[in-house]
C-alpha cells in the first residue's frame, strides 16, 4: 500500500468511526426526547471532523438553552436553505456564498457571523503538488482542475472570477473540470494525482494541513484570493423573534463562557460576532453578479 493509501486509510477509518458513533447517539438523543428543533450545518470548515464539532456546539446551545435541538449536516446549500425555508430548523451556518445567493429568494436573515483567529481570513486557496512548476494559476491554463461544487464560493466561483480578470474564458480555461463535492476532496485529488491543481477554502486547508503535515509536504499554494466575508449563521422568516433573541445572545457570548471558549479553540475561531450591515456580504453579492453565467 503507497504511502498516500495509507495516510488516506488511517484518516478515514479513525475519523468514520468516530462521526458514526456520534451520529448514532445524535439519532438516539432525538427520538427519545421527540426533538423537533433542529440547527443546519452546511459549511464544514474542519473537514470531516466537522460533524464532532458541530454537534459539541449543538450540546452547547441545548445546555445553555435546556432546550433539544438537533444537528443536521447538509452540505448541499440549495437543501440547506430548503430546510429554513421549510421550518424544518430554525438556524444554518452558510457559506457567505450560498447565502448571498439564496438570501432573497429564501428570506434568510443573517444572525452572526464568525471572527476568525487573527492568523487566519476567509478565502479561496489555488494549490499544486510541491514538484510541479506551476507558480500562479494563469499556468494552470489548459490542465486539469478540481472544483469543490457548483455554488461553493471558495472552492469554485472565486477562481471563476480569477479566471476572468486574466481575461480568459472559465469555460475553456482547464481541459478537465472535476467536481470534488467537497472542499477536502479537491486537497485529495491534488495530492493523488486525479487533477493537476484544485481550489479550496483556506479555513478548511489550513485545518488539514495543520492536522495531516502530509498535506503541507506535498502540495504548496501557488495563488490566494482576497479576503472576504466570513460563513455566518441565519435564520428564516418563520424563526420567531424570541428564538432568534435567544440564540444570537448565546452565540455572542460564547467565548466569555470556559466550556464556550473551549469550543471555539476547536473550530478556530475567536468568538461570533454581531452584523452591524451587510456591507461585505454585498460584496460577495456583486463579485458573484460579475459571474453570474456560471451559477447553476
Known amino acids: ?7 488516506r486509510y488511517n484518516f478515514n477509518v479513525k475519523t468514520i468511526f468516530k462521526i458514526l458513533t456520534l451520529l448514532i447517539f ?14 443546519t450545518y452546511q459549511i464544514f470548515l474542519h473537514g470531516e471532523d466537522s460533524v464532532i464539532f458541530y454537534s459539541e456546539l449543538t450540546r452547547y446551545i441545548n445546555k445553555k438553552t435546556k432546550s433539544n435541538y438537533i444537528s443536521i449536516f447538509e452540505e448541499n446549500p ?31 436573515e443573517p444572525l452572526v457571523t464568525i471572527k476568525p483567529l487573527p492568523e487566519r481570513s ?12 506551476y507558480k ?27 479566471i476572468k480578470e486574466l481575461k480568459e474564458d ?17 486537497i485529495f485529488n491534488v495530492i493523488e494525482g486525479k487533477s493537476e491543481g484544485g481550489a479550496a ?16 509536504n506535498k502540495l504548496k499554494v501557488i495563488e490566494k484570493s482576497k479576503s472576504y466575508a466570513s460563513p455566518l449563521f441565519v435564520t428564516g422568516k418563520y424563526t420567531s423573534q424570541e428564538e432568534k433573541r435567544v440564540l444570537k445572545n448565546i452565540l455572542l457570548n460564547m467565548h466569555k463562557d470556559p466550556y ?24 460577495v453579492e456583486d463579485f458573484i453578479n460579475d459571474i453570474k453565467e456560471y451559477l447553476p
Not at 136 to 162: C, H, Q, V, W
Not at 262 to 274: A, G, S
Open 136 to 162: 500562479n494559476l494563469k499556468d494552470l491554463k489548459g490542465k486539469s482542475f478540481s472544483y469543490a461544487y457548483l455554488e461553493s464560493f471558495t472552492g469554485r466561483l472565486i477562481p471563476i472570477g480569477m
Open 26 to 39: 445524535v439519532l438516539i438523543t432525538q427520538y427519545a426526547s421527540g426533538a423537533q428543533k433542529a440547527i
Open 78 to 108: 440549495k437543501k440547506a436553505v430548503e430546510k429554513i425555508l421549510k421550518k424544518e430548523t430554525s438556524i444554518g451556518f452558510l457559506c457567505s456564498g450560498p447565502y448571498v445567493v439564496y438570501r432573497n429568494t429564501y428570506y434568510l
Open 201 to 216: 477554502m483556506s479555513f478548511i486547508y489550513e485545518y488539514l494541513a495543520e492536522k495531516n503535515p502530509h498535506i503541507k
Open 122 to 133: 476567509y478565502r479561496s486557496y489555488i494549490f499544486v503538488r510541491k514538484e510541479k512548476p
Open 260 to 283: 464556550g471558549k473551549e469550543i471555539l479553540h476547536k473550530l478556530k475561531i475567536e468568538k461570533f460576532i454581531e452584523i452591524t450591515n451587510t456591507k461585505n456580504y454585498d460584496e
Open 1 to 7: 500500500m503507497c504511502l498516500i493509501q495509507k495516510f
Open 170 to 186: 472559465p469555460s475553456k480555461f482547464f481541459s478537465e473540470i472535476i467536481y470534488s463535492k467537497n472542499h477536502q476532496q479537491s
